[in-house]
RNA sequence: GCGGGGGUUGCCGAGCCAGGAAAAGGCGCAGGGCUUAAGACCCUGUCCCGAAGGGGUCCGCGGGUUCAAAUCCCGCCCCCCGCACCA
């Protein structure tokens, strides 16, 4: 009868729970350090899954290494619902929307008449903390659960206005607008998972240039929108296409824009007014004034303008854009066009006009030349004309230099001139910015076709500061970040890190305290939190209460300021429970490891790192943090919104704690990928029965005098027990539990298969090599011989006394020989035995002596010298060749006739055949053949 | 486009930084053992050739360095992830 995992496993859940195991106090003495490790919280919108597996069984999996190497271990657990998608899921569920109940349902596992009761956020959170609680408890995490909260609670949020207070006293919270998609029709910003079409596009900003023409109504500004401004200085039109425009005022000008341009602008930070429609064609043929460079140019025809693209309006640089050169070809050669709009003269005259000079490259006019070579002759060739456009932008973004036609910015890179220009049309109040989805069209679930909406007197994080940027980038040159080659990226995001738009209108949280209008968005209320697990034990045993975290009590606990006396009086708690407080703080502080999914890298890790550092000192700043790649389920994608999903609890139900836990760390290292797949699963479950079968047939067994072989054992044990604390030092739980489990599984084999019987002499280290990473079965084999916990028991110390490197190589010596064996029987026929003659001792010597010289000369030379040599100088010299042709390893240590003798019987048993060391029986050739560790062999 | 990572034997995945094994381990597949049988368990094989422990060809593609390259150098092709205000 096999085990039942799962029955184990609540066993010693319930007992980690009853004896408080893993309950984290400040210790007395400082001989215990401390360590202090979290994972991000989940986010409740679902139920926790394979991700989520991962990326906290690497936590648990490092406490409890740490744990038992004598660390004071904190690892706490929160959850997070901040934000917004917990109130669209509500609302979904509330609509009975089908696809939402679908995936719930069948992904998320929840019972669906339970799904249906989740109409609100509060329930919705209060039902999926309940269900990642238990899911978390049901693997066995060595969680402090004393400390756990939600980000709703009150305390907590008394905590994050507490937070905000001190970024904003230190200027770190700025005002501003800023661009986001947004579906007019739900009033709301959209989210990628909220799209129906899109998704690759991004939001770009289009330079606007005032081109201007002089009514006698006044000034009408034709704004020319354009993701390349420095070639306004090479304009020699503009372009209309020959429809219905509006003229619409816009703050105190009147612009000439398309319709959908018109609308548009109403979701900007602009006052729109629209005044009236008017037809393109009454002003083609007239002129605008460029406001860069003064020049008047003439309003062309094109039906390339795309009127749904930016302001409908677009400058010709047909120098640069081979749209613009083709059109204006196109319209030399239209007379039925230039004769009714009167503008033949002014067409044929137009000449492109070069700005940039593209280094190593021999263009006159870039564009003229592509279409040229191209042999684009219509600006329908739409296809042609985008890779024509995209090869000149190229070359001219890497190689272009501007000319002295762009006047102060001549010599400049156009690779690094669009911002500023941009800057000085702005400020030189010629230049606006026009923001557009880089692909269209973008719309929503709800069918309405998004825009960008521009979000005025927004709230935001100041991360392009760059004090605070420069301290961020100091401290991550001194912290450690695993893997290693993520530091990099993550000082490649720090310095692309822009202002955050840090507050919301919608969603669950934590008003800004100063702005009640405004809620404190979900990334930026977790960037300390960490901090707050301290705090919550005492809210969560009702010693402190939310209205006792003021301004004065945090301030003390957190940042030493003031006094315990001040401090308390104020807040309403008690002397001892401030200083108790901030004692934990400053015990527990600063995080030592923040282990992390990539997903995160880009986000919440950088802010967790700038608020950090704009808060606490630097002795309080985070330590480490790693990275850890996703799961997917056989080979696809998961998805919390589409499915397909695995959730922990379904995971663990199916195949057990500890098999879920030996499966995830294995089956990918640090931030690539891992796969979950069912017959992997199922394969490393058999494997785990079998250790648990060797236990019952070993571990209780007395432990015998060890005989060569269990040197041997031990000593593999050391190997294992050396490369699983590497590993884990590294974060390498693949490697550790590859080590600690699947190799040594394999050793053990072979110690049985070599008629090993004592196994018990390694049990118990091994056991305790296991422990992290599968901590229940190991716990229940402990117990068998044991009253103490093995999860707080201390992890194996390699011992090299215990490395016996003569049983390793002679065991060696054995499996190779045996392979030689059984490789000549295979070709050996019918054969009654095997006879073995070792290589005669004067090959030893010779080999030693041949290693130290180096090369064939030298060797054979001192080899030579020697007498006893003289006379077989021929087989001497042949033999040395060829030490040095197989660069021989010898088996210098073995006593071969010793090893071989004792492992007779192995071999018999083996082979099923007589094997016996006799030289008589082994022919003259053969015999000669035999080198120190490769004995001749013969089968008869 | 920019930035980061990567292409290894049927699959997954080590090895690459510190050149020197047909290349760990797992899965799959095949054969054998055990068993009344199934399962579990144990063993063997799994690039090609080979009736004596051997030989040959391999690590995205093409060059180069070296006594020796999956590993170092150069060029090329392909794949994945991020580029935000969203958790």
């Known amino acids: 009868m096999s085990v039942d995992f799962r029955e184990v496993e609540k066993k010693w859940q319930k007992e980690w729970e009853e004896k408080g195991v893993f309950h984290a106090e400040p210790a007395e003495s400082s001989e215990k350090p401390k360590f202090f490790i979290t994972i991000p919280y989940p986010y409740l919108n679902g139920n926790l899954h394979a991700g989520h597996t991962r990326t906290f069984t690497i936590g648990d999996a490092v406490a409890r290494y740490k744990r038992m190497l004598g660390y004071n271990v904190l690892f706490p657990m929160g959850f997070h619902v901040t934000g917004t998608p917990i109130i669209g899921l509500a609302e979904l569920i509330a609509k009975r929307d089908e696809r939402t109940i679908d995936v719930y349902t069948k992904f998320h596992d929840v019972h669906l008449d339970e799904l249906l009761q989740l109409t609100t956020p509060e329930k919705v959170v209060e039902y999926f903390a309940r269900e990642a609680l238990s899911a978390l408890k049901g693997i066995g995490y060595s969680i402090d659960w004393r400390r756990v909260f939600t980000t709703t609670d009150e305390a907590y949020q008394r905590f994050i206005e507490w937070q905000y207070w001190k970024l904003k006293e230190k200027n770190l919270i700025v005002k501003g607008s800023h661009p986001v998609r947004y579906c007019p029709h739900d009033a709301n910003p959209v989210e990628d998972h909220d799209l129906l079409m899109g998704e690759e596009a991004t939001i770009v900003d289009y330079t606007i240039i005032k081109f201007y023409f002089e009514s006698k109504d006044g000034r009408i500004i034709f704004p020319c929108a354009t993701l390349r401004p420095e070639t306004v200085f090479g304009v020699t039109n503009i372009w209309l296409k020959p429809t219905r425009y509006v003229l619409a005022k816009v703050d105190d000008e009147v612009w000439f824009v398309s319709r959908e341009a018109y609308e548009k602008l109403t979701f900007t930070d602009k006052k729109v007014e629209l005044l009236r429609e008017v037809d393109a064609d009454q002003f083609i043929g007239k002129y605008v004034t460029n406001p860069v460079t003064g020049n008047n140019v003439p309003i062309l025809p094109a039906e390339f303008v795309d009127t749904d693209n930016a302001t409908g309006v677009v400058m010709s640089v047909p120098a640069h854009a081979p749209y613009d050169y083709v059109a204006i070809e196109e319209l030399k050669k239209d007379d039925k066009t230039l004769e009714k709009y009167g503008i033949g003269e002014i067409v044929q005259n137009l000449r492109p006009i070069v700005l940039i000079k593209i280094e190593d490259e021999d263009y006159e006019v870039p564009a003229k030349d592509i279409v040229e070579e191209m042999e684009i002759k219509s600006q329908k060739e739409v296809e042609q004309l985008e890779k024509a456009t995209k090869t000149i932008y190229k070359k001219e973004f890497h190689k272009g230099v501007l000319l002295e036609i762009t006047g102060d910015y001549a010599g400049i890179k156009v690779s690094q001139i669009k911002e500023r220009l941009q800057q000085d049309l702005i400020r030189n109040g010629i230049g606006d910015i026009f923001y557009e989805f880089s692909e269209k069209p973008v719309v929503c679930r709800c069918g309405t076709k998004c825009v960008v909406k521009v979000v005025k007197d927004q709230w935001f994080l100041n991360y392009s500061n760059p004090e605070w940027k420069g301290k961020v980038l100091e401290w991550l040159d001194e912290m450690a970040i695993i893997p290693e080659y993520y530091k990099e990226e993550f000082r490649n995001k720090i310095e692309w890190l822009k202002d955050k738009a840090c507050a919301r209108r919608k969603g669950l949280g934590t008003r800004i305290p100063w702005d009640r209008e405004w809620l404190i968005e979900s990334l930026s209320d977790s960037t300390i939190y960490m901090a707050y697990y301290i705090i919550a034990k005492y809210v969560n045993s009702g010693v402190v209460k939310a209205e006792n975290l003021t301004k004065e009590l945090l301030d003390y606990v957190l940042l030493g300021i003031g006094n315990p006396e001040e401090a308390a009086g104020k807040s309403g708690v008690d002397v001892k429970t401030a200083e108790e407080m901030r004692k934990d703080f400053l015990y527990w502080y600063p995080v030592d490891l923040r282990s992390s999914g990539k997903d995160l890298v880009a986000n919440h890790l950088l802010f967790f790192l700038f608020h ?24 696809k994608k998961m998805s919390k919104s589409k499915g397909p999903l695995l959730t922990m ?14 499966y995830i760390l294995h089956a990918s290292e640090y931030d690539s990928d891992a796969d979950w797949r069912r017959k992997d699963v199922e394969g490393l479950a058999a494997n785990l029965r079998r250790f648990y079968n060797l236990a019952k047939d070993y571990y209780l067994k007395d432990v015998q005098q060890p005989d060569q072989l269990d040197r041997w054992l031990m000593s593999r044990l050391q190997r294992a027990i050396k490369e699983t604390r590497d590993a884990m030092e590294k974060l390498q739980t693949r490697r550790a539990v590859n080590a600690a489990f699947f190799e040594m599984m394999n050793d053990v084999r072979w110690y049985l298969r070599r008629g090993g019987k004592n196994l018990a002499i390694i049990f118990d280290d091994w056991l305790k090599l296991l422990a992290p ?21 201390s992890y194996p110390e390699y011992d090299e006394t215990k490395v016996d490197e003569v049983a390793e190589v002679s065991e060696e010596y054995v499996r190779m020989l045996l392979e030689d064996m059984k490789e000549i029987l295979k070709f050996a026929g019918d054969v009654e035995a095997v006879y073995i003659a070792i290589a005669e001792d004067w090959k030893r010597e010779v080999v030693r002596v041949a290693r130290e010289a180096g090369d064939v000369r030298k060797a054979m030379k001192i080899i030579m010298s020697d007498e006893r040599f003289r006379g077989m100088a021929k087989e001497v010299s042949s033999f040395v060749k060829r030490i040095f042709k197989e660069r021989f390893e010898g088996f210098d240590s073995v006593n071969e006739e010793e090893v071989i003798n004792s492992a007779l019987d192995f071999f018999e048993r083996e082979l099923g055949i007589k094997v016996k060391i006799d030289p008589e029986k082994v022919p003259v050739e053969k015999r000669r053949a035999a080198m120190p560790g490769k004995p001749a062999i013969y089968a008869v």
């Open 773 to 793: 990473f599968a901590p229940h079965i190991c716990e229940e084999i402990w117990h068998w011989k044991h009253d103490s916990f093995i999860s707080l028991e």
């Open 649 to 662: 609890k379904r995971a663990v139900e199916e195949f057990g704690a500890d098999v879920t836990r030996l």
């Open 612 to 635: 950090h550092i704009a808060i606490f000192p630097k002795e309080l700043w985070p330590r480490a943090i790693a990275v850890n790649g996703f799961v997917s389920l056989e080979g």
